[in-house]
């Protein structure tokens, strides 16, 4: 009886040595999981930012960010300068299609590449000088009309301005003083 107790408590042993290793096994198997799903969305989360500050669905900022890229990808290329024509883009094969170019938000068709040069959707604002991409944000490219999208680059990103028409501006000074001079006047009486 002994021998069969001592069988049982082997088996016992071995079953407890299986159930452990198992249980380790799917611990594992869980945490890392759980790490990969981690570390994908530290992946996914910073390219959601892209657009940072650009209204929803908006046709400009998503063509105009395809350009920055490719004019940060120009610059690594080519010794950190950009390109002085923002046709070379398009010349160089690097931007394929004219479209790119073209917002459906802004009036007028790209059709050819003196119409990419001429400014005829986006504006670019380094056109004709040799310029190094650095450190501090440079006003690159805009859009074509007053209160338009500016899309500025460095090294580290690709952020975006949404300006306001400047007599809008000027008349929400003018509006602020005139209501700051009345309060005035009125907390005078």
């Known amino acids: 009886m ?46 959601t ?42 010349k160089t094969g690097l931007i394929k299609g004219l479209d790119t170019f073209d917002s459906n938000e802004l009036p007028g068709k790209v059709s050819n590449v003196e119409d990419i040069d001429s400014g005829l959707d986006f504006k670019y604002l380094i056109a004709g000088r040799k310029v190094k991409i650095s450190d501090e944000k440079l006003a690159v490219l805009a859009e074509n009309k007053e209160d338009g999208i500016t899309m500025y680059i460095c090294k580290k990103e690709i952020s975006f301005d949404f300006k306001r028409k400047p007599e809008s501006i000027n008349k929400d000074m003018k509006s602020d003083e005139q209501k700051n001079t009345s309060s005035a006047d009125n907390s005078g009486k």
């Open 2 to 47: 002994t021998e069969d107790n001592d069988a049982e408590i082997d088996e016992e042993k071995k079953n407890l040595k299986r159930t452990r290793r198992n249980f380790i096994l799917i611990f594992l198997l869980v945490t890392g999981l759980f790490c990969m799903i981690a570390l994908s969305l530290l992946l996914i989360l910073p390219s």
């Open 49 to 90: 930012e892209k657009l940072k500050g650009a209204p929803a669905n908006s046709d400009s900022a998503a063509k105009m960010y395809g350009i920055g890229y490719y004019l940060i990808y120009y610059s690594v290329k080519h010794n950190e300068f950009f390109p002085e024509n923002l046709s070379e883009l398009y």
